[in-house]
């Protein structure tokens, strides 16, 4: 009778585990990401949605006008003004093909920050990392994830449950950010 009362028990405890870690898991809050003023949602806002505020897709020649169901392309840049502000990552997650402009933002890459694009008019969270050292990066972000290597090249990161943000470094300076919420890789790439 004692073996059965421990062998329940430790049923018990094990449905309570396997619970617990079948619940819901924190999606995290997206990062707030501003171009030239503009809110960009990760993981939310499309191409479209920026047309009016005098944003553009430029697919560099490559003719992509639409993303066949179930799949991503990261081909694609969001200019205003012959500008290019960001790279940008496109899921179409849906059963049917869309137009680019109908497909979701799931990544912005920031880069050449340290040249070309370093007065970019961008903010991350209410600030705009562009020009700063990894000091001031830490004291504006600090739960800012510090990558261990000590080489020429350096990755800093800031996680909230899907979404990420990742900051590198070429020899102290800033060059390029990475904004982004998770999705299927499994969607076939364009």
């Given amino acids: ?43 939310e806002s499309t191409p479209g949605a920026l047309k009016d505020q005098g944003f553009e897709v430029n697919d560099l020649g490559a003719m992509i006008f ?8 990261s081909s694609l840049f969001l200019e205003k003004d ?10 179409n997650s849906s059963k049917e093909k ?4 109908q497909c979701v933002i799931e990544e912005l890459g920031f880069y050449a920050l340290d040249g070309k694009n370093a007065d970019l008019n961008i903010s991350i969270n209410g600030i705009n990392p562009i020009g700063k050292t990894q000091e001031e990066l830490k004291e504006l972000y600090p739960e800012l994830e510090m990558d261990d290597d000590d080489g020429d090249y350096l990755f800093h990161h800031l ?10 470094y070429g020899k102290g ?18």
Wanted: glycine share 8%; aromatic share 10%; with cysteine.
């Fill in 1 to 43: 009778m004692k073996l059965l009362k421990q062998l329940r028990n430790f049923g018990v405890l094990c449905c309570c585990l396997f619970l617990a870690g079948c619940g819901p898991k924190d999606p995290g809050t997206p990062p707030e990401v501003l171009l030239d003023g503009i809110p960009v949602v990760v993981g």
């Fill in 82 to 91: 012959g500008v290019s502000y960001a790279s940008m990552s496109l899921v």
């Fill in 173 to 190: 300076v800033l060059t390029d950010i990475d904004v982004m919420h998770s999705f299927s890789k499994s969607y076939q790439t364009k």
């Fill in 159 to 168: 996680k909230d449950g899907e979404y990420s943000i990742t900051f590198q």
């Fill in 98 to 101: 869309k137009f680019v402009d």
């Fill in 66 to 73: 639409e993303l066949p169901d179930r799949s991503w392309t």
